[in-house]
């Protein structure tokens, strides 16, 4: 049975990943229009794996007795000034995620919930995953600087990008 205060900052995360679902919905739909395929591919694909993140907690909360709530969602940015700023959004969103994530590490074992902190690793892994992905695109957008003919051959590549992590799994 989880605590009080438990299932509350566990329902507080299940909206910080709905959230960040809508972030990358957004981004995708800017990229989209920006005729960058590969980017607007990727940027839904993320979208939809923070679904999974944000369901992954629900189902948790629920069979752990508690109830599992859908809350309201502040809205996202739906425009971005470059492709470099859109992904330093997306890299500082992540490193906020993660931040939380430890945070509720840090709950599980002030409140000797063990399974959870045990279930908590799963995103602890994860968020390795995504912080080490972020980075390797910056560093990318970086060397491309103005080159439009980089850009493309980006846009491209982007489409195949994923960093293998050695303690993330791939799927929820
Ligand atoms: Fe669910 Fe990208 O953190």
Redesign the pocket.
């Given at each position: 049975m989880l605590s009080e205060r438990m299932q509350s900052v566990l329902n507080n995360q299940i909206r910080i990943?709905a959230e960040?679902s809508q972030i990358y919905l957004a981004m995708a739909s800017w990229a989209e229009l920006k005729g960058l395929e590969g980017v607007s591919q990727f940027m839904y694909g993320q979208s939809d794996e923070?679904r999974q993140?944000m369901l992954k907690f629900f189902k948790y909360i629920n069979e752990r007795g508690g109830h599992a709530k859908v809350s309201e969602l502040s809205g996202p940015a739906l425009e971005f000034g470059s492709i470099k700023e859109m992904f330093e959004t997306l890299f500082k969103h992540?490193i906020f995620?993660s931040q939380s994530i430890n945070e509720l590490v840090h709950i599980s074992l002030e409140e000797k919930d063990y399974a959870t902190h045990n279930f908590l690793q799963w995103y602890v892994a994860e968020?390795i995953e995504?912080e080490a992905q972020a980075r390797t695109i910056l560093d990318k957008i970086n060397l491309i600087g103005d080159d439009k003919g980089g850009l493309y051959l980006f846009d491209n590549d982007i489409k195949q990008l994923t960093v293998v992590s050695s303690v993330a799994p791939t799927a929820p």
């Open positions: 990943e960040s923070e993140h992540e995620v968020q995504e």
